[in-house]
């Protein structure tokens, strides 16, 4: 089988599971392409999901829903029949990270076919930060269940998660999210550490963050997906109104294993 996952990763969550996705398809004998769905949502890629047998979507968990970026590419899905499974990370277990329902009926609307969904209790990239030994517990239940996720798609298990009206409820608080992030995207500031290197620019998913008259610039579409304040080398980015939900420093997840480099084909790309 051909598959091809399209994930959206803030600070690494997702991008370790859709890794380790990778590399028990790859083991199970499919050929599976990672693609960040950024590199789709700002054109600099072509969305061909029609070239795969079947399509994964993940992403993280942000208000009890996705990220807007997840959306902006669900709407540029073509109508076609896809097979598709979804997978999610959230920094907690309560309600199962929200509803994906919105996600599905967006999905169902362009004719796409949810064969499974499967979720993720990763370390919060927000908010508290979990002790090492915490991490690597998560991390290492993680794997399990990555392994037991490409056990139930490779056998074409149907599994939906449960969706109830506790979880639709929560997952209204993404209306507020979205208009923080952009009433926030402003207040985001850089000290006297920044030695202009331009990563934060050239990684911000939404194009958000740019420089100009030899300062960094932050514009107003942030998704509040936190890369730029994660990966800044010289710790120079903190937020005006947020530093207080913000973790003290960033964790660093295992390497997932990737695939050893054979000859460029699909089974082993990873972006
Ligand atoms: C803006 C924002 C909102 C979040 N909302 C939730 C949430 O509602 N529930 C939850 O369990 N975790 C929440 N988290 C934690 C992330 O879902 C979790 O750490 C995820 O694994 C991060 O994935 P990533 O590293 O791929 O970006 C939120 C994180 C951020 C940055």
């Keep these: 089988m051909k598959i091809g996952i399209y994930y959206f990763s803030g600070t690494g969550n997702t991008r370790f599971i859709a890794q380790e996705i990778q590399l028990g398809l790859s083991d199970g004998g499919s050929v599976c392409e990672l693609i960040p769905i950024e590199t789709i949502t700002k054109r600099e890629r072509t969305l061909e999901p029609e070239k795969y047998d ?5 992403f993280p968990v942000h208000a009890f829903d996705a990220p807007r970026i997840v959306y902006d590419f669900l709407e540029m899905l073509p109508i076609a029949h896809i ?3 979804l997978f999610k990370t959230a920094g907690d277990k309560f309600l199962n990270g929200g509803s994906t329902r919105r996600v599905r ?3 169902a609307h362009h004719n796409w076919k949810l064969e499974h969904e499967s979720f993720f209790v990763m370390p919060s990239n927000i908010a508290s930060k979990a002790k090492t030994d915490k991490i690597e517990s998560l991390v290492e239940a993680a794997k399990i269940h990555a392994a ?9 298990t149907k599994r939906i998660l449960p969706d109830s009206s506790a979880q639709r409820m929560f997952s209204l608080m993404h209306h507020v999210e979205n208009r923080g992030c952009k009433q926030g995207s402003r207040y985001w500031r850089t000290n006297d550490k920044c030695v202009l290197c331009g990563s934060c620019v050239a990684e911000c998913p939404t194009k958000n963050i740019s420089i100009a008259k030899g300062k960094i610039v932050f514009g107003d ?4 997906c936190l890369r730029c304040w994660w990966n800044c080398p010289t710790r120079a980015i903190y937020h005006q109104q947020l530093n207080f939900v913000l973790l003290k420093q960033p964790y660093v997840l295992p390497k997932a294993k990737i695939p050893p480099k054979t000859d460029g084909s699909m089974g082993v790309k990873v972006e």
């Design 221 to 224: 579409s942030c998704i509040l």
């Design 105 to 107: 009926m967006l999905l």
């Design 148 to 156: 037991e996720t490409v056990c139930e798609i490779l056998s074409e």
């Design 54 to 58: 079947l399509v994964g979507i993940g």
């Design 83 to 85: 097979r598709c499974f």
